[in-house]
């Protein structure tokens, strides 16, 4: 994620859980960094993920532009 990080751009945090959605600027995807095992200490392995728009419009409404 480290070198990765570079490219994206962070476009909001949910409201209800640990994740953060990036937008890739080289080709314009979305990503999702999450920590599905938030129970645990630190929130667990965290996880980047690929989304599509309709896949985030719900959970970051209010970063996405209509």
Avoid: C, H
Avoid at 35 to 57: D, H, K, N, W
């Amino acid at each position: 994620m480290q070198q990765n990080k570079s490219k994206f751009v962070e476009v909001g945090r949910s409201e209800s859980d640990w994740a953060v959605l990036y937008l890739d600027k080289s080709d314009g995807r979305y990503w999702e960094l999450s920590f599905p095992s938030g129970y645990q200490q630190g929130g667990g392995a965290p996880i980047l993920e690929s989304r599509t728009l309709g896949e985030v419009t719900d959970k970051y409404k209010k970063y996405i532009p209509e």
